[in-house]
């Protein structure tokens, strides 16, 4: 396959909002499909298990929200009113259960709805450690325990520990193939365009690990070896869309507005680990450590002591960033909230910055072009930002 | 006794017990005592006071500068320094307040904290609002995770989770701020009183069975939350106010009273009404004399349980000190599932009789409001009676809309009217 065909597939499974391909998989191994919210789930344990892990992500700007604006107020986020609205409307049938991860209140207020919503299938909210502590750790191991045991009774298949560290290895690959995507664009972003990169990351959500691992790895090859024309542009880093993620069109309008996206975090839960998990006798533990010692510092993780932003400035350094832009969900309490002390951090470092908000269906996206273009402008001619 | 002694008593007494508290706080830099800012759901009072540490409640604060119509511009001056318009307004307001001069609500100025204690219950914007404070105040923060009542339930280990985090890691912090150790005696001491208090205020609120009720369990209820859920837990006035409570719904239960408003006592009351949401505090009188003014009496409300559900049984429990804190931490109401919280409405709409169930929606409060009006069409189907949903913020007075939620209002009690009329 060549990239455009690559490409051209991941976009269509970043439309595919009734999940055909889950669908697919599910039919072609008789096997159950467990989807979750966004950030972070342990993937390898659901996969260990048997079962397809399905990143839901809402409906971006392809779904029409009909009945999901009944079931939330006005102010709100945009993603649990399109999930709301691809669950009602039976887009999301094919998924046998439903993981809702404690990320911010929304999220877990969405878990209940589901329960009530959907009473004959399984649902269940992962609470994460926020303290890094004795205490914290024996409490995840017991969550991620009896969550094994759940998508083993789901699933009927045993998770050994070989399974586990078989799904573990994978997971593994996966992230090394993902942190090389990452790294090529860093170096050599002609080569990797972020809306190729995005929607990489995107397919990554329904497709099964090792075949997603296998495009990326094809598509790395094909990027390196591309020539591109390489153009004068700035190198920002894009934070805050961790959860609700941003229309292609939007990602495109950003990096068509004279910036190269060097790095990001959306589709986070896919890069939320730092290195690998441990492959050994206690794969469960490892599971816990690799989070508990090894995890990204976004806005829905608390961060102890007093380097709040400093995984942010070190970000910027180590991709040689010129600056930062803050680009939120509206009504985003995690990231908005959070936003200021990315800024102080940057600010104390001489980084300049801009921020926006958007919506995952936001049409706007020549506006966010224009800010993120003067931004980068500001930034060639001044080295800081207007 | 006339009533409006027995009105004033509880009154007199609380307005005292706050006073001095904030007097004591004010004094706080010159006498010595450590100062703690920590929130009210779940919060460790107890614990606190047997460091002998004064405790700050930010949210209070927040509120309170509602009520005196200053969150506004404090908002405003928050916005000002960077933060978002969407996010919640407590803590908007709290640092607007802080950057003007951190001035509390009796006119005296309030003392940093010598530690933040983040206990996590119910929302996560608590954890944010910290983070912002330490960089703020520069000082330490402890971290208290409390679990979410995901399947409607305390499970043992998230019990263990907590009490285990008490003992490692907040007890700990507390020695070390206050310079003493912890003395179990004295933290037994005030659990025992806590729960002395606590039997009177389930008194209280279970008296709105009555018709008329004799309080309203959600605009008078936010007063008679006021020592309960905030730095008297524990102590004998905070016993002292409850009693007194007590009496004075005894002595209006007795001469068929109902509960004094500002507008006066509401002895006709047309309907009663459960409540879910805080309220609006920029608008707080005006917002209750609609109510008042239609006969509305609200006979319970979910907001006054946001530091905890006294009337499922829990009491603070001297002979399991930890135990108890954990579970006094994993129980408030902002801490159970979406269908949890249902059942509690629902549950409340039969044993108190209510004739509809009012959704007041905060901007600022995904802990809330997120899925409200799934709950609410939920309850509709369960208990058959109508309900109404309005939004508002707690304390922004930009979201408050008074003609909009008037005319919303009207036509709700129209319509409860027209059932009633065809029953
Ligand atoms: S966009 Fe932000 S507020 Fe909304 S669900 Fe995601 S993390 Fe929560
Ligand atoms: S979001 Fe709600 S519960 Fe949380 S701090 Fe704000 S007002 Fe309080």
């Known amino acids: 396959m060549g990239i455009k065909a690559i490409i051209d597939r991941c976009e269509r499974l970043y439309r595919d909002v009734d999940l055909g391909c889950v669908q697919e998989w599910k039919a072609r191994t008789g096997g159950k499909a467990v989807g979750h919210m966004p950030v972070y789930v342990p993937r390898e344990l659901i996969h260990a298990a048997g079962l397809l892990p399905v990143g839901v992500m809402g409906g971006g700007d392809d779904v029409e929200i009909i009945r999901g604006d009944a079931y939330f107020q006005s102010y709100i986020c945009h993603i649990p009113r399109s999930t709301v609205e691809l669950g009602l409307a039976g887009k999301l049938d094919c998924l046998d259960g439903m993981l809702f991860p404690a990320i911010c209140d929304v999220i877990r207020n969405l878990s209940g709805m589901w329960q009530l919503m959907f009473p004959g299938k399984y649902v269940k909210y992962i609470d994460f450690p926020q303290t890094f502590n004795g205490a914290g750790r024996e409490f995840y191991r017991f969550e991620l325990a009896s969550l094994l045991l759940d998508m083993e009774q789901l699933s009927g298949v045993r998770a050994t520990r070989e399974r586990l560290n078989q799904s573990i290895a994978l997971y593994n690959d996966n992230r090394r193939a993902l942190a090389a995507l990452y790294d090529l664009r860093a170096a050599e972003p002609s080569k990797v365009p972020t809306s190729e990169l ?10 099964e690990v090792s075949e997603h691992t296998a495009i990326l790895r094809e598509y790395l090859q094909l990027a390196r070896e591309r020539g591109r024309p390489r153009h004068d542009n700035v190198r920002v880093v894009v934070t805050g869309l961790f959860c609700e993620q941003p229309p292609l069109s939007m990602v495109r309008a950003m990096e068509n507005s004279g910036c190269y996206i060097v790095d990001d975090d959306w589709v986070l839960g896919a890069r939320y680990q730092l290195g690998d998990t441990a492959i050994g006798e206690r794969p469960l533990d490892a599971i816990v450590d690799a989070y508990m010692d090894g995890t990204v510092a976004t806005a829905t993780r608390y961060v102890e002591g007093d380097d709040k932003g400093a995984f942010l400035v070190e970000q910027v350094r180590q991709r040689r960033a010129e600056g930062v832009i803050f680009a939120a969900a509206s009504f985003c309490d995690p990231a908005l909230l959070d936003r200021p002390m990315g800024q102080k951090a940057l600010a104390d470092a001489g980084i300049p910055y801009t921020s926006f908000t958007y919506s995952e269906n936001t049409g706007q996206v020549q506006v966010i072009k224009e800010q993120a273009g003067t931004f980068a402008d500001s930034i060639k001619l001044w080295g800081v930002a207007a | 006794m006339n009533a409006s002694v027995q009105k004033e008593e509880s009154m007199v007494m609380q307005k005292k017990m706050i006073g001095e508290h904030f007097e004591t706080l004010a004094r706080a830099p010159e006498s010595g005592r450590k100062v703690v800012y920590t929130f009210v759901p779940g919060n460790l009072n107890e ?135 912890l003395d179990e005696d004295r933290l037994k001491e005030l659990l025992a009183s806590s729960a002395r208090a606590e039997d009177d205020l389930v008194y209280v609120w279970e008296s709105a069975k009555h018709r008329p009720s004799p309080i309203d369990a959600y605009f008078g209820g936010v007063y008679y939350i006021g020592p309960i859920f ?73 907001y006054t349980k946001v530091g905890g559900l006294y009337e499922q049984g829990f009491r603070h429990d001297p002979a399991k000190p930890f135990e108890s804190l954990a579970e006094y931490c994993l129980g408030c109401y902002t801490n159970r599932n979406l269908p949890a919280r249902v059942d509690i409405i629902a549950k409340y709409v039969e044993e108190y009789e209510a004739d509809g169930i009012l959704f007041n929606s905060i901007k600022s409060c995904n802990s809330f409001s997120a899925g409200q009006l799934m709950m609410l069409r939920e309850l509709e189907k369960r208990t058959g009676k109508s309900g109404a949903f309005i939004e508002s913020d707690l304390v922004d007075p930009r979201y408050f809309s008074a003609a909009n939620i008037k005319n919303r209002l009207e036509s709700y009690f129209q319509m409860l009217e027209a059932k009633r009329q065809a029953a």
């Open chain 1, 198 to 207: 995005y929607l990489l990351l995107r397919a990554g959500n329904v497709l």
């Open chain 2, 230 to 302: 905030t730095a008297f837990r524990g102590l004998p006035d905070c016993e002292a106010y409850y009693r007194s409570l007590r009496s004075e719904v005894d002595y209006r239960i007795a001469h068929g009273m109902g509960p004094t408003t500002p507008e006066g006592e509401l002895r006709e009351q047309k309907y009663r009404i459960v409540v879910e949401g805080p309220p609006n505090w920029t608008s707080f009188r005006d917002f209750w004399k609609i109510f008042h003014d239609e006969g509305v009496v609200m006979v319970a409300s979910t």
């Open chain 2, 47 to 181: 614990l606190i006071l047997a460091f002998d540490l004064l405790p700050v409640h930010p949210e209070v604060n927040a509120l309170q500068s509602g009520m005196r119509k200053l969150s506004g511009d404090y908002i405003q001056e928050a916005e000002k320094q960077g933060h978002s318009e969407d996010v919640c307004t407590y803590v908007k307001c709290d640092i607007g307040m802080l950057k003007k001069g951190n001035i509390g609500p009796t006119g005296e100025k309030l003392p940093p904290p010598d530690l933040l204690l983040l206990s996590y219950t119910g929302c996560f914007t608590f954890m944010k609002w910290f983070e912002l404070l330490k960089q703020e105040y520069g000082c330490p923060v402890v971290m208290l995770q409390v679990p979410y009542q995901a399947d409607g339930t305390i499970t043992a280990s998230q019990r263990e989770f907590v009490a285990r985090q008490l003992r490692e890691v907040v007890v700990p912090a507390l020695e070390e701020v206050s310079g003493k150790k």
